[in-house]
């Protein structure tokens, strides 16, 4: 029977008669190792079963209480709606939730804001913002609200949204002593540009030191509504 099988081999296959008794013996070696990793997965699966009913029949009273105890877990919870009545079937007030107030930030006045704080505005960056501070700043503060239109960059809607953020309230922070003031001070103004500080410092060492601001009429090019935009800025 072997030598019909080893005939049909070397027939269609070219193997040698020594090539073939080889082929046979590798076979079910071959087979073996296949079959090794299966009995030895079955081996562990016996074993961790067998482990794990003696340690159910070691802690079975533990379990055995555990069950207990959730037992009477869902007995309170089936009780607690009727304890919610006290004595005599009165009910037991029971506190109302009421959602908490969300906080708001303090509300500045736009006199004392920084330019980080100016950036919490939608629409101011941190270029405008600074800007904004330094020409207030410069300024010396605003005593009226239109004033923040003078910044470039500023529209009146713009302006709405930062007094929305923060409240005007009328602040001059400095003024110019105009009969101290020399020509480097003077000319840093918003409202005062070269020739202006020229013809003021000019007419000083001319005519001496200003009284007020109505003083300021006699020079021939300053006019009324000049004067009377520059005037909250100076001191005498």
């Known amino acids: 029977?072997?030598?019909?099988?080893?005939?049909?081999?070397?027939?269609?296959?070219?193997?040698?008669?020594?090539?073939?008794?080889?082929?046979v013996f590798v076979i079910p070696i071959l087979a073996l190792l296949y079959a090794v990793p299966y009995f030895i997965e079955r081996y562990n699966r016996s074993v961790s079963q067998e482990m794990y009913l003696k340690y159910i029949a070691k802690n079975k009273a533990f379990f055995s209480s555990e069950s207990a105890f959730s037992q009477v877990s869902q007995e309170e919870k089936s009780k607690q709606p009727q304890e919610e009545k006290g004595k005599g079937g009165a009910n037991v007030s029971v506190?109302?939730?009421?959602?908490?107030?969300?906080?708001?930030?303090?509300?500045?006045?736009?006199?004392?804001?920084?330019?980080?704080?100016?950036?919490?505005?939608?629409?101011?960056?941190?270029?405008?913002?600074?800007?904004?501070?330094?020409?207030?700043?410069?300024?010396?503060?605003?005593?009226?609200?239109?004033?923040?239109?003078?910044?470039?960059?500023?529209?009146?809607?713009?302006?709405?949204k930062i007094y929305t953020a923060f409240t005007f309230e009328p602040?001059?922070?400095?003024?110019?002593?105009?009969?101290?003031?020399?020509?480097?001070q003077l000319i840093k103004h918003?409202?005062?540009?070269?020739?202006?500080?020229?013809?003021?410092?000019?007419?000083?060492?001319?005519?001496?030191?200003?009284?007020?601001?109505?003083?300021?009429?006699?020079?021939?090019?300053?006019?009324?509504p000049w004067v009377d935009r520059i005037a909250p800025y100076l001191s005498f």
């Open 95 to 160: 506190p109302r939730l009421t959602k908490p107030s969300q906080p708001v930030f303090n509300q500045l006045s736009f006199a004392e804001v920084s330019a980080i704080e100016l950036q919490m505005v939608q629409g101011v960056g941190p270029v405008l913002s600074a800007r904004i501070s330094e020409y207030r700043d410069n300024l010396g503060g605003f005593h009226r609200p239109e004033q923040l239109l003078e910044v470039y960059g500023v529209d009146a809607a713009l302006a709405e």
């Open 1 to 23: 029977m072997l030598d019909k099988w080893f005939y049909r081999l070397k027939s269609y296959l070219g193997f040698t008669r020594r090539e073939m008794r080889g082929f």
């Open 190 to 224: 918003p409202y005062i540009d070269y020739g202006a500080t020229k013809v003021i410092l000019a007419y000083r060492d001319q005519h001496g030191a200003f009284g007020s601001a109505e003083d300021l009429l006699k020079i021939k090019i300053f006019n009324r």
């Open 171 to 184: 602040r001059i922070i400095s003024k110019i002593n105009i009969n101290q003031v020399d020509f480097k």
